[in-house]
């Protein structure tokens, strides 16, 4: 790991009509000679031995900073003046947000909330694969996805060892967590297990399959029911890393990689799907 780990905002704005595109904002009339200051990255945050990879932005004046593995810190927030570490934040790993007092994540075997001030963890343990002593797993949520305030998914794996799973899909409907479905579907996708809507009410989310990458999934959830998606190379030749649905349509974008068939290690070449419905 490196000795630290930067999180880095956007310093201009890029929004045509802004300050920073005054030509754009001022509407028909003599186009300005005045070039718009370039906009640039810069770090706002370096925190000695920590790993930033996950971040949350709830608003231009907030957003959530999480760890991939390390629980020396955990969760950092920004309000608008600055990042701080809140302490009731310790040990959680990546998040989802849908306002400054709506956002959440997770940590082991619990899932957490902030509402505004501090967060709450809620234990999901006896949603979760049994610990099996036995088999050497250890079951842990994953990732987490909120859709509104009702309607929150997370993921769950039981990391048995070499072959992952059982996965387990779980929702919270506004009052109560439940498992909705689940399956042998190898391990999650690290640091946090991504997720992206259909835009009709389910969800896309990719799966590592065992050690090696030989059987890895697209998983489609929709009424009910998780399957498994056709991907172009086939299970065993193509891993999906991460899904995003395109804002107001049914699209989705997926990046991974190909290689050769059971083998990571040959061919290896980075590849973007999309899938139109």
Do not use: C
């Given at each position: 790991?490196?000795?630290?780990?930067?999180?880095?905002?956007?310093?201009?704005?890029?929004?045509?009509?802004?300050?920073?595109?005054?030509?754009?904002?001022?509407?028909?009339?003599?186009?300005?000679?005045?070039?718009?200051?370039?906009?640039?990255?810069?770090?706002?945050?370096?925190?000695?031995?920590?790993?930033f990879t996950a971040v949350v932005a709830t608003g231009r004046n907030g957003g959530w900073a999480f760890p991939g593995s390390s629980t020396r810190f955990g969760a950092w927030?920004?309000?608008?003046?600055?990042?701080?570490?809140?302490?009731?934040?310790?040990?959680?790993?990546?998040?989802?947000?849908?306002?400054?007092?709506?956002?959440?994540?997770?940590?082991?075997?619990?899932?957490?909330?902030?509402?505004?001030?501090?967060?709450?963890?809620?234990?999901?343990?006896?949603?979760?694969?049994?610990?099996?002593?036995?088999?050497?797993?250890?079951?842990?949520?994953?990732?987490?996805?909120?859709?509104?305030?009702?309607?929150?998914?997370?993921?769950?794996?039981?990391?048995?060892?070499?072959?992952?799973?059982?996965?387990?899909?779980?929702?919270?409907?506004?009052?109560?967590?439940?498992?909705?479905?689940?399956?042998?579907?190898?391990?999650?996708?690290?640091?946090?297990?991504?997720?992206?809507?259909?835009?009709?009410?389910?969800?896309?989310?990719?799966?590592?399959?065992?050690?090696?990458?030989?059987?890895?999934?697209?998983?489609?959830?929709?009424?009910?029911?998780?399957?498994?998606?056709?991907?172009?190379?086939?299970?065993?030749?193509?891993?999906?890393?991460?899904?995003?649905?395109?804002?107001?349509?049914?699209?989705?974008?997926?990046?991974?990689?190909?290689?050769?068939?059971?083998?990571?290690?040959?061919?290896?070449?980075?590849?973007?799907?999309?899938?139109?419905?």
């Open positions: 790991m490196a000795a630290g780990t930067a999180v880095l905002l956007a310093a201009a704005g890029l929004a045509a009509g802004s300050a920073a595109y005054p030509a754009l904002a001022a509407g028909p009339g003599p186009a300005s000679t005045t070039q718009p200051a370039a906009a640039t990255w810069k770090v706002v945050k370096k925190v000695a031995g920590e790993d927030h920004f309000d608008g003046r600055g990042w701080t570490h809140v302490a009731s934040g310790h040990g959680l790993q990546g998040g989802s947000g849908l306002s400054a007092h709506d956002v959440w994540s997770f940590d082991g075997t619990d899932v957490a909330h902030w509402n505004g001030s501090a967060w709450s963890r809620t234990s999901v343990a006896r949603l979760l694969p049994a610990a099996q002593k036995t088999h050497l797993n250890d079951p842990a949520v994953a990732g987490i996805f909120a859709v509104s305030a009702d309607s929150v998914y997370a993921v769950g794996n039981g990391n048995q060892e070499d072959d992952g799973g059982p996965m387990v899909l779980l929702h919270w409907n506004g009052r109560a967590w439940s498992k909705v479905a689940g399956g042998l579907f190898g391990f999650d996708v690290e640091p946090a297990q991504p997720m992206a809507s259909d835009g009709h009410g389910g969800l896309w989310i990719p799966m590592a399959g065992p050690e090696g990458g030989s059987d890895s999934h697209l998983l489609h959830y929709s009424g009910g029911r998780l399957t498994t998606a056709a991907v172009p190379g086939g299970p065993s030749r193509t891993d999906i890393a991460t899904v995003a649905r395109i804002p107001g349509t049914s699209e989705v974008l997926a990046g991974g990689f190909m290689h050769a068939a059971n083998n990571t290690g040959v061919d290896d070449a980075g590849v973007l799907l999309e899938f139109e419905a």
